[in-house]
């Protein structure tokens, strides 16, 4: 990541993956480059938001003998919460989505998890 020096609240993302292996048996091999930004904003005392969004280049994801993508062009938009319960215990929820250019919303998510400071 890579931070403004103007907003440092914005943050540019950049990163490139490659995974193979095995699963369920089956060969799998997928090849990604990411970029993105991520912007945080503290809305009050005990209320942090973080924006992100993602654009993935994806070219070769195979699975099961077949392409899984059609478009290797995916975007995500993702906001993040992070809810202080007390100074060391703080709730997050997690909203965002998946979206392949030119073909379907592949899916949508909504993950809740929680944050101790110790």
Request: no cysteine; charged share 15%; proline share 3%.
């Amino acid at each position: 990541m890579w931070s403004f020096p103007k907003v440092k609240s914005l943050k540019a993302i950049y990163m490139a993956t490659s995974s193979f292996g095995q699963v369920y048996r089956q060969k799998f091999l997928g090849t990604a480059f990411i970029a993105g930004g991520m912007y945080d904003w503290k809305a009050s005392k005990r209320f942090d938001v973080k924006f992100t969004g993602l654009f993935i280049y994806a070219p070769y994801v195979s699975y099961y003998n077949d392409i899984v993508l059609k478009s290797p062009y995916v975007v995500m938009p993702i906001i993040g919460t992070n809810i202080a319960i007390t100074k060391k215990f703080k709730l997050n929820v997690n909203m965002g989505g998946t979206y392949a250019i030119n073909e379907n919303i592949m899916n949508f998510t909504v993950m809740f998890g929680t944050r101790l400071a110790l």
